[in-house]
Each structure stands twice: as structure tokens, then as C-alpha cells.
């Protein structure tokens, strides 16, 4: 039982290039997010997933897509990197009720040269 | 607007000691559940505790515990026996279901140093 994995772990881009962050689970849950945290902040939502084929905005999507083409995948794409992508990526996954705690993948952090 | 306010950026404890880390909240909502955190230096995040909202009783776990005002919209966590281990970043966080698939809502968080 691996958890909420994350790939890759870091990643240098220079400005302008494309990437996709894969976030998978093994704990069949429905609910995934991807979190950013910047220096000195709390985590703060880009997308969201409540189920296989569903997603939506967070509170700071620009600049980023996602896919959840199966449940266990949500992938994470940067189509045109910019330096305010630099940050540390998180994903989470959980069960959807208000006790159900997230969990946490290890993290990815970005570098947007 | 739900928010999180976690008001010390920085504390300091003796080990063995007992600290309290504050963290209020803000929500109209009648459901809601309500988190602890810790990050360390090595970046991952650790889940501590958990409240909810209905929960009478104050959540437990191990050395930590969550004292909730409900009334005063306050969950702070106490952890007792400090423990050079516990040196790290603790987030405060709140999920409501129907806000953004239920995502965790955190405060700025409190970077804690245990001396020895």
C-alpha cells in the first residue's frame, strides 16, 4: 500500500516549457488535489477531482490544466511555465466527508528558470 | 468566507516541556471538520489530529491533543513532553464539504523550535 505517490520528485524548467506532474493513489479514493505552497504559506488549492472523468478550478488555476482519466490518476500539466510557477506541489486524495482527512503525497518541487 | 488564522508565526519550547499552538477559524457552516498538520524540514505533510465539528468530546492522539472552543471558533493543539522531533511547521486547516470538493483550507502555519 503505496499511498498518494507523486512523479517526479524535482524538476528545473526554464521559462515557457511544458510539463505534467502524475499524482496516483491506491486507496480507491474519489476525491484528489493538487495544492501548491509557496515560501512562508499555507497550501492552496489549483484543481480538484470528486470522481473519474471530473474536475475543477481551485482558487489559483491559471496557468495550469489537469485530467483524472482514472480514478486513481490526476495528472497535473503546466503548458507554458513561468517563474510564479515556482513553488512546491502537493497532491492529496480522501474519502469526501468533512472527517475524512487527506492524504498527502511527498511533494514535487518546481523550479521556473 | 471560511478562513484559518494561525497568529504565531514562530514558537519556542524547553523539551520535555508542553506547548500550545493557536489557531482560530471561520465559517458560517454547521458541518466542518478541522486539522493539524506538521511539516518538517524534509517537506512532507503529516497528518496529527482530527475534529469535527459535532464532536463533544476534545480529539486525542498520543501526545497531542485538540482543544476545541467551538463557541470562540478556536482548535489549538497542544502537544505535552516536547520532543526535539517535534521541531517543525504545524498547519491548522478546515475542510467543508461543499466548499471546492472539500478542500483543506490552512492558516500561514506556526514554525516550532524545541531546544534542548
Known amino acids: 500500500n503505496a499511498g498518494v505517490t507523486q512523479t517526479p520528485k524535482f524538476r528545473v524548467l526554464k521559462t515557457g516549457q511544458s510539463m505534467t506532474l502524475l499524482c496516483a493513489q491506491d486507496m480507491n479514493h474519489e476525491y484528489m488535489y493538487w495544492y501548491r505552497q509557496d515560501p512562508g504559506m499555507g497550501l492552496r488549492l489549483i484543481h480538484y477531482?470528486?470522481?473519474?472523468?471530473?474536475?475543477a478550478k481551485g482558487e489559483v488555476p491559471d496557468g495550469y490544466n489537469v485530467s483524472r482519466l482514472k480514478k486513481q490518476n490526476f495528472l497535473l500539466g503546466l503548458e507554458s511555465a513561468a517563474p510564479s510557477q515556482t513553488s512546491v506541489y502537493f497532491c492529496?486524495?480522501?474519502?469526501?466527508?468533512?472527517?475524512?482527512?487527506?492524504?498527502f503525497g511527498p511533494g514535487t518541487r518546481l523550479t521556473v528558470l | 468566507a471560511q478562513k484559518i488564522t494561525q497568529t504565531q508565526p514562530g514558537m519556542f519550547v524547553q523539551e520535555k516541556e508542553a506547548v500550545t499552538l493557536d489557531c482560530t477559524y471561520d465559517?458560517?457552516?454547521?458541518?466542518?471538520?478541522l486539522f493539524w498538520y506538521k511539516q518538517p524540514s524534509s517537506g512532507e505533510m503529516i497528518f496529527l489530529i482530527y475534529q469535527g465539528s459535532y464532536d463533544e468530546q476534545n480529539a486525542t492522539e498520543g501526545r497531542y491533543s485538540l482543544n476545541f472552543q467551538k463557541a470562540r471558533k478556536s482548535a489549538n493543539l497542544v502537544i505535552s513532553a516536547s520532543q526535539l522531533g517535534d521541531s517543525a511547521m504545524y498547519f491548522c486547516?478546515?475542510?467543508?464539504?461543499?466548499?471546492?470538493?472539500?478542500?483543506?483550507?490552512f492558516g500561514q502555519g506556526t514554525e516550532l523550535s524545541v531546544k534542548p
Open positions: 477531482s470528486v470522481g473519474e472523468g471530473t474536475t
Open positions: 492529496a486524495s480522501s474519502y469526501g466527508l468533512p472527517i475524512d482527512e487527506q492524504f
Open positions: 465559517t458560517s457552516d454547521q458541518s466542518y471538520g
Open positions: 486547516a478546515m475542510r467543508v464539504l461543499w466548499n471546492q470538493g472539500g478542500k483543506l483550507i
